[in-house]
């Protein structure tokens, strides 16, 4: 198992770019993401196709579960999606992947590598690894330019709406940014179970807040964040992470 998703993290990061990145790419835009993706991409770097990250982070399951390091990689490309591979624990390890390619979402995760904990596929989990990889587009910023079809909507002046579309669904990604184009949240509705009776699914609010950012091969991107569920039964932060290294193709 692991060596197909070995295969497709490869096949993901072989989404390339090409074309040079500049200002006329973004001209006509809201000035809110204008703003956002001329800090985002350098002018005058590669427009990329893929990124290959090294994230290191704590997570929890549930709002009164304990919280558990994280070390992980994760290939997002433009077209094909995502996959994120991980360790997760200390002593009691847990290990596996969420992915979003080939048009599906699936996570399978074990014990100590041998005693499966979590195997899940289908459509709701399809649904709600779009949304993820909808989200994560903040971290291959080239992805969001209209070039490939994101559609822009100004909110406020300090807000803006990237309208993308994943396997068919479009999906609104609302973003804050600063006076400096810096990105300081993302919200969304996105599909999932928290909060709800087992089965249960439906659009929950979503948000990623970002505290600080840093530049890779001419890309600024947040370096750390913390990735919550809004939903009825209340806020839950279950993912508090940092980018150690990211290369862009």
Known sequence: MMGRIDELMRAVARESGGEVFHAGLVEGLPEPARRYLLHAIRPGARIAGSVRLRIKARMRLSPKARWMPVDS??????????????????????????????GAGEMRWKLLGLIPVVTASGPDVTRSARGRFAAELVLLPDALLPQWGVAWTAEGSDGAC??????????????KVGADGRLKKLEMLRWGDYGLPKGRWAHIPYAVAFSSEREFDGHTIPDRFTVAWEGASGHFDYFHGEVHSATYC
């Open 162 to 175: 990237a309208t993308v579309e994943v396997g068919g669904e479009r999906i609104d990604l609302h973003l």
């Open 73 to 102: 990689t994760e290939t997002i490309g433009r077209e094909l999606g995502f996959v994120w591979k991980a360790s997760v624990g200390r002593l009691l390890r847990i290990s596996g992947f969420d992915r979003y390619s080939n």
